[in-house]
Nanobody, 124 residues
Framework: VQLQASGGGLVQAGDSLRLACAAS????????MAWFRQSPGTEREFVAS????????YYADSAKGRFTISRDYAKITGYLQMNSLKPADTAVYYC??????????????????WGQGTLVTVSS
């Protein structure tokens, strides 16, 4: 599986961005897609995940209420809609997938395939 993340950019606090993660291959049926983020000097942090078949979701506390993860089954593309962005959301955002059904696994080591990352910068 190859993943291509896009949609990052420079925005102001309070703005919105939508990240996309396009996957290669015929389907992600049976997979979980997740978004992680990493700021300089910090560990990679789980943001949200979605089960590809059922679109069931799971969020980190920092994402609840502001971020929405979704997927387009036919386009084999996942999305992360980020609203009310804060400077603390500044990071490189990565999408990743793993085979399985449990969306509540936020451990980065559990994910097998990773996109290249897209930079989100939120200015105050």
């Amino acid at each position: 599986v190859q993943l291509q993340a896009s949609g990052g950019g420079l925005v102001q606090a309070g703005d919105s961005l939508r990240l996309a993660c396009a996957a290669s291959g015929p389907s992600l049926s049976g997979y979980i897609m997740a978004w992680f983020r990493q700021s300089p000097g910090t560990e990679r942090e789980f943001v949200a995940s979605i089960g590809w078949n059922l679109a069931n979701t799971y969020y980190a506390d920092s994402a609840k209420g502001r971020f929405t993860i979704s997927r387009d089954y036919a386009k084999i593309t996942g999305y992360l809609q980020m609203n009310s962005l804060k400077p603390a959301d500044t990071a490189v955002y990565y999408c990743a997938v793993r085979f399985g059904t449990t969306v509540s696994i936020g451990r980065s080591s559990a994910y097998s395939y990773w996109g290249q990352g897209t930079l989100v910068t939120v200015s105050s």
